[in-house]
């Protein structure tokens, strides 16, 4: 196991406006390697924002620092499993060409060689996912698409990881198989993940800290504690909870949210 | 042009009459350069939903070619190629900033340029003389623009060895490509002003009306059947040099516009292929 005793993601005051409206105010927020944080929130409360801000695609106030063991405020490697895909149904990729393309140079459209489909293969394998190779991307359940997007996120292995509503689209089996690998990622090799959800039922058992966000920070700390605050039932009100308990309905902030 | 002349050999030793004459040996290797290049670019054209973007740069050639007449250049590429480049880069710009639609964008900017175009060159009565960009006509093609043909494809396979990944990751998800390191705004202007000069280049040859089929047939057929970026690729250049040879010669034998039967029979092959494919309907 590796071990890593001084690094962290560090984000202190920030605040990211879109014209005059800040979805972003004042956030605060401390990652330690090794350590899931679940962040969670309504509608529009500016989860994916803080995801896209810390990718460094949105301007922003404030500080975002990292700290990396050894070397003191480099960016760090970030895997990003983005929220639920938009394309085309009948596109042409396959799993092996759209692994292929984000881990290697070599021009897939060339078609791929023996050692790179070889070495997709053995990447998929640890996230449960080698049996999907050769299918086309349209034709990939919702669980196994964020399984193949985990496989990338952690190629090369990343210090911060970063998954935007894992939820959304995927069955109870099929999300927790992600949950799953996901802290064993984080056990084996001490990564840092910020996750994004409104699975508030789900996500308890395997977070270390519960954030919840309405563009600032409501309420953090250990998350019984937090799923037991009366501010946070209030914020999502009953029905979120339903869909919660029901990952199959697609819920309105699916679409919405994407944008933010 | 030894090169040529070797061409002109070669194609002699085929039994038929139109190799009798330069002009059909010249548009004959045109098509076999121009037709993998615009299967390529077109991959990524639908791939990327830019079908509608591409059909405007190709009608900003009748602005284009307005402006040069306006300016006295004799041979307006340059200011057609300047003014498409222009375009694509504001249109790839504006789509990174706006909240409008683009569609709606894409479909004002169309009726702009088509329009800007049409009442500059019909002034006195004028605009016959500028028919010939609406249709275009392979059989005029001079081995100098050949070269220059030779010179862009080329350049699209050095560009599409060297960016094709980061525009495969682009297409499936910006925020994705950008956290494994691609420029993707360099990657999306760079394609769009190389797919600008493509076609301002070819408009002579297909002309401004059918431009926009020949790079999106193709790419189109293809996707019907193909399972990998590696089969999509191959498949439309297969799809766009048959139709591109079969269009040619069958034009000489009908007397009809040869752009226009080339892509008369590429949307065949996009019949067939969908018929066959079985992914056009759920």
């Known amino acids: 196991m590796k071990t890593c005793e001084h690094c962290c993601t560090k984000i202190d005051n920030l605040t990211v406006r879109f ?53 003191a405020s480099k960016k760090p490697k970030i895997g990003y499993v983005p929220q639920k895909l938009q394309f085309d149904l009948s596109s042409p990729i396959s799993v092996t060409d759209l ?4 881990i290697s140079r070599h021009p897939i459209w060339a078609g791929v060689s023996k050692d790179l489909s070889e070495r997709v293969k053995e990447i998929l394998s640890l996230f449960s996912a ?21 496989a990338i996120a952690m190629t090369p292995e990343p210090e911060l990881l970063l998954l935007d509503e894992p939820s959304s689209g995927v069955d109870i089996k099929g999300l927790s198989l992600f949950y799953q690998i996901v802290d064993d990622l984080r056990k084996k090799h001490d990564i840092a993940v910020i996750l994004v959800t409104h699975d508030l039922a789900g996500i308890s058992s395997y977070v270390d800290r519960l954030i919840l966000l309405n563009c600032s920070v409501i309420a953090e700390g250990d998350p019984k504690e937090v799923l037991s605050n009366e501010k946070l039932v209030k914020a999502f009100g009953p029905t979120l909870w339903n869909i919660s308990c029901l990952p199959s309905l697609k819920s309105p902030e699916d679409d919405k949210n994407g944008n933010h | 042009m ?28 045109a098509v ?54 222009v375009l694509a880069v504001s249109i790839n710009l504006l789509k990174n900033i706006t909240k409008a639609s683009m569609d709606t964008v894409l479909g004002v900017l169309f009726a702009f340029v088509v329009a800007l175009g049409i009442v500059i060159l019909s002034r006195q009565g004028g605009f016959v003389k500028y028919t010939s960009y609406l249709i275009g006509d392979i059989l005029a093609v001079t081995p100098k623009q050949i070269g220059w043909f030779f010179l ?63 790079l999106v047939l193709p790419a189109a057929s293809s996707r019907n059947f193909a399972r990998s970026m590696h089969s999509y690729t191959l498949g439309a250049v297969i799809i766009s040099i048959f139709s591109g040879i079969t269009g040619l010669i069958v034009s000489y034998y009908w007397g009809t516009a040869s752009g226009a039967t080339i892509v008369l029979f590429a949307s065949g092959c996009y019949g067939i292929a969908a018929l066959l494919g079985k992914r056009l309907i759920k």
């Open chain 1, 130 to 150: 080698g049996h999907l190779l050769k299918r086309r991307i349209g034709e990939l359940s919702g669980g196994e698409l964020q399984r193949v997007l985990l």
């Open chain 2, 32 to 85: 076999l350069l121009v037709t993998p290049l615009f299967a390529l670019l077109g991959t990524m054209v639908v791939s990327n939903r830019m079908v509608f973007f591409t059909d405007v740069l190709g009608h900003s050639a009748l602005t284009g070619i307005a402006i040069g007449v306006l300016l006295g250049f004799h041979d307006p590429t340059l200011p057609m190629i300047i003014l498409a480049v």
């Open chain 1, 99 to 102: 692994v292929a393309s984000a």
């Open chain 2, 152 to 214: 862009l494809a080329v350049v699209v396979l050095v560009y599409w060895h060297i960016a094709g990944n980061a525009m495969i990751i682009t297409s499936i998800n910006s925020s994705l490509a950008r956290s494994r390191r691609v420029n993707t705004f360099l990657i999306e202007t760079s394609f769009t002003v190389l797919l600008a000069i493509v076609v301002i280049v070819s408009i002579r040859l297909v002309g401004i009306l059918i431009i926009n089929s020949l």
């Open chain 1, 19 to 71: 014209g005059d409206n800040a979805i972003l105010d004042n956030v605060n927020l401390h990652v330690d390697c090794g350590e899931v944080v679940g962040v969670v929130g309504p509608n529009g409360a500016g989860k994916t924002t803080l995801l896209r801000t810390i990718l460094g695609e949105m301007p922003y106030q404030g500080k975002i620092t990292f700290r990396i063991a050894g070397s």
């Open chain 2, 2 to 29: 030894a090169i040529i002349e070797a061409w002109y050999r070669l194609v002699s030793i085929f039994p038929f009459s139109w190799t009798h004459y330069n002009f059909m040996n010249n548009a004959l290797l």
